[in-house]
């Protein structure tokens, strides 16, 4: 076979790359080495701008396949039919951590799957845990700042995210999942996925339902110790990253069961829990798990940054069948997540490859920074136009949603204690050595904060359950 010759960006061959171009032997470089220019420059552009959440992350390519009917409540073409498989890209990641930060720090982890469906990409893009810190979008910059460095030393500081913690009770039921043994999952393919937000479901008779996604590990959960993740965070920052890419290199497919629960469009009016409130669950009881199918991750990328850091996840992208919800969350991460991408990667991101739909998607969208396939051709860039194409499609909207009051800046409307009820609930239905785990944890992280911090952080415990207030109390050294 012909070998590839090594060529400059506009094609030109290159004879010589050990050697720059000088005057003489021993004088300078001449600013006409165009190839020592140009590849300089584009090493100089290397990199983007990380994430400002979810920055650390590994992917891998996989399917998704369909085995329970669940057509009853979605018209959702993935769902069509049992057996039906649409291919997936998954990304996990860290949250707070830089791009080169340890992949087992304490933080709930990103479970973000693009299916490429036969109408469009879907993305479900949430985390390992069910609920949230905040439930109003307003709030995450200032949750974000605390997880992340102080402004002048550079800093981590539990200070900072006790602080925020101690005067946002609606973080307690989030503290519970990230200061347990799940806060520190043993690599990405031991943990459950979750879409947390409450989504809804419109079927084929355009009834709509509230839905919440569960991806179960078929792994089986595994966690690491406190003590077992910073010695790895040390002597393998890359240990979940490794663990997926080799699994997947074996042939050691990891596997997930996605489940819904279903509500009744009306059954949010008067469920005693506001449904789209994402610091809390759905309990089993009440909404039980439907199984819907499998996704599988069983192809590693071929290129990390092509694949697994241009990725372009946001919760926009959605199907007919599958819709949004009144969860306030949801609503602004509606708006930061392609806003982030637009930023990270430009207009035309979703033309990159990992990011396209496998069908073909034709608008008036024009232009742009890095608009590199044909940018519509001489086809008409608007609509209606003489040709009837592109033509809006039929059966594809959703029912009205209802919606009344006065425009206001509303608190959730929960009592007090419903903000603690569920963190007290899986306090309880951990084993002991978790809750001894989980307390030691906490006090770890709280030791050193100011004391009125603490104090007051305390209450919130004491309220979730007497038992939890006082384990955590007596581990600090607290007396009352
Ligand atoms: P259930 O007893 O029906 O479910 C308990 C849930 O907790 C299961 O999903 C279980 O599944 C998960 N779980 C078990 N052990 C732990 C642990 N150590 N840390 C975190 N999660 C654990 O009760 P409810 O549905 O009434 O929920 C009770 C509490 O369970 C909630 O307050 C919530 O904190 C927690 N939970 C509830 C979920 C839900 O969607 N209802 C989902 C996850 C947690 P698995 O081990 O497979 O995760």
Same mark, same amino acid.
């Given at each position: 076979? /012909?070998? /590839?010759?090594?060529?400059?960006?506009?094609?030109?061959?290159? !004879?010589?790359?050990?050697?720059?171009?000088?005057?003489?032997?021993?004088?300078?470089?001449?600013?006409?080495?165009?190839?020592?220019?140009?590849?300089?420059?584009?090493?100089?552009?290397?990199?983007?701008?990380?994430?400002?959440?979810?920055? /650390?992350?590994?992917?891998?390519?996989?399917?998704?396949?369909?085995?329970?009917d669940?057509?009853?409540?979605?018209?959702? #073409?993935?769902?069509?039919?049992?057996?039906?498989?649409?291919?997936?890209?998954?990304r996990?990641?860290?949250?707070?951590?830089?791009?080169?930060?340890?992949?087992?720090?304490?933080?709930?982890?990103?479970?973000?799957?693009?299916?490429?469906?036969?109408?469009?990409?879907?993305?479900?893009?949430?985390?390992?845990?069910?609920?949230?810190?905040?439930?109003d979008?307003?709030?995450?910059?200032?949750?974000?700042?605390?997880?992340? @460095?102080?402004?002048?030393?550079?800093?981590?500081?539990?200070?900072?995210?006790?602080?925020?913690? *101690?005067?946002?009770?609606?973080?307690?039921?989030?503290?519970?999942?990230?200061?347990?043994? @799940?806060?520190?999952? %043993?690599?990405?393919?031991?943990m459950?996925? !979750?879409?947390?937000?409450? !989504?809804?479901?419109?079927?084929?008779?355009?009834?709509?339902?509230w839905?919440?996604?569960?991806?179960?590990?078929?792994?089986?959960?595994?966690?690491?110790?406190?003590?077992?993740?910073?010695?790895?965070?040390?002597?393998?920052?890359?240990?979940?990253?490794?663990?997926?890419?080799e699994?997947?290199?074996?042939? %050691?497919?990891?596997?997930?069961?996605?489940?819904?629960?279903?509500?009744?469009?009306?059954?949010?009016?008067?469920?005693p829990?506001?449904?789209?409130?994402?610091?809390?669950?759905?309990?089993?009881?009440?909404?039980?798990?439907?199984?819907?199918?499998?996704?599988?991750?069983?192809?590693?990328?071929?290129?990390?940054?092509? $694949?697994?850091?241009?990725?372009?996840? *946001?919760?926009?992208?959605?199907?007919?069948?599958?819709?949004? #919800?009144?969860?306030? =969350?949801?609503?602004?991460?509606?708006?930061?997540?392609?806003?982030?991408?637009r930023?990270?990667?430009?207009?035309?991101?979703?033309?990159?490859?990992?990011?396209?739909?496998?069908? $073909?998607?034709?608008?008036?969208?024009?232009?742009?920074?890095m608009?590199?396939?044909?940018?519509?051709?001489?086809?008409?860039?608007?609509?209606?136009?003489a040709?009837?194409?592109?033509?809006?499609?039929?059966?594809?909207?959703?029912?009205?949603?209802?919606?009344?009051?006065?425009?206001?800046?509303?608190? !959730?409307?929960?009592?007090?204690? #419903?903000?603690?009820?569920?963190?007290?609930?899986?306090?309880?239905?951990?084993?002991?050595?978790?809750?001894?785990?989980?307390?030691?944890?906490?006090?770890?992280? =709280?030791?050193?904060?100011?004391?009125?911090?603490? $104090?007051?952080?305390?209450?919130?415990?004491?309220?979730? %359950? #007497?038992?939890?207030?006082?384990?955590?109390? /007596?581990?600090?050294?607290?007396?009352?």
């Amino acid at each position: 076979m /012909k070998k /590839k010759i090594l060529r400059m960006d506009n094609g030109k061959a290159v !004879y010589d790359n050990q050697n720059s171009l000088t005057a003489g032997p021993r004088g300078p470089v001449l600013m006409q080495d165009i190839l020592l220019m140009e590849k300089l420059a584009h090493f100089d552009r290397e990199e983007i701008p990380e994430r400002i959440v979810h920055a /650390k992350g590994a992917g891998a390519h996989g399917t998704f396949t369909v085995t329970n009917d669940i057509t009853a409540y979605t018209k959702a #073409s993935i769902f069509s039919e049992i057996g039906k498989v649409t291919e997936t890209f998954t990304r996990f990641s860290t949250v707070g951590g830089e791009r080169g930060s340890a992949d087992t720090a304490r933080d709930p982890r990103g479970f973000a799957t693009k299916f490429y469906t036969d109408e469009g990409n879907w993305d479900l893009v949430g985390n390992n845990t069910p609920v949230f810190f905040i439930r109003d979008p307003l709030k995450f910059p200032d949750f974000i700042h605390t997880q992340k @460095r102080l402004p002048d030393s550079n800093l981590k500081s539990n200070e900072m995210v006790w602080d925020f913690w *101690s005067k946002s009770p609606e973080s307690l039921h989030q503290i519970t999942t990230l200061f347990s043994n @799940r806060g520190t999952p %043993d690599g990405y393919r031991h943990m459950n996925g !979750y879409g947390s937000h409450t !989504y809804s479901f419109i079927n084929g008779k355009n009834e709509r339902f509230w839905v919440k996604f569960h991806l179960k590990t078929v792994q089986g959960i595994k966690n690491l110790r406190s003590d077992e993740a910073v010695r790895l965070a040390g002597e393998n920052p890359d240990y979940a990253t490794q663990d997926l890419f080799e699994a997947i290199e074996a042939g %050691d497919f990891p596997k997930w069961t996605m489940y819904v629960q279903i509500m009744p469009e009306t059954d949010a009016e008067s469920y005693p829990i506001n449904p789209f409130d994402v610091t809390k669950v759905w309990p089993h009881a009440d909404y039980p798990l439907i199984e819907v199918g499998v996704l599988e991750l069983n192809r590693n990328p071929e290129n990390y940054f092509a $694949e697994v850091e241009q990725a372009a996840f *946001s919760p926009t992208n959605k199907v007919p069948g599958i819709g949004f #919800s009144p969860d306030k =969350m949801l609503q602004g991460r509606l708006f930061s997540y392609p806003d982030t991408q637009r930023y990270r990667l430009g207009v035309n991101y979703n033309l990159l490859p990992i990011n396209r739909p496998k069908i $073909e998607v034709e608008n008036g969208y024009r232009n742009g920074f890095m608009r590199f396939d044909d940018n519509g051709g001489n086809r008409p860039n608007y609509e209606p136009n003489a040709t009837g194409e592109p033509a809006e499609a039929a059966g594809v909207d959703e029912p009205p949603l209802k919606v009344c009051g006065d425009a206001d800046r509303y608190a !959730y409307d929960s009592d007090e204690n #419903s903000d603690f009820a569920q963190a007290g609930a899986l306090y309880r239905l951990m084993p002991k050595n978790e809750q001894e785990d989980l307390i030691n944890n906490l006090a770890g992280s =709280m030791r050193g904060v100011r004391e009125e911090i603490v $104090e007051t952080a305390l209450e919130f415990f004491y309220k979730a %359950d #007497s038992g939890y207030g006082s384990a955590l109390a /007596k581990k600090l050294g607290i007396t009352r």
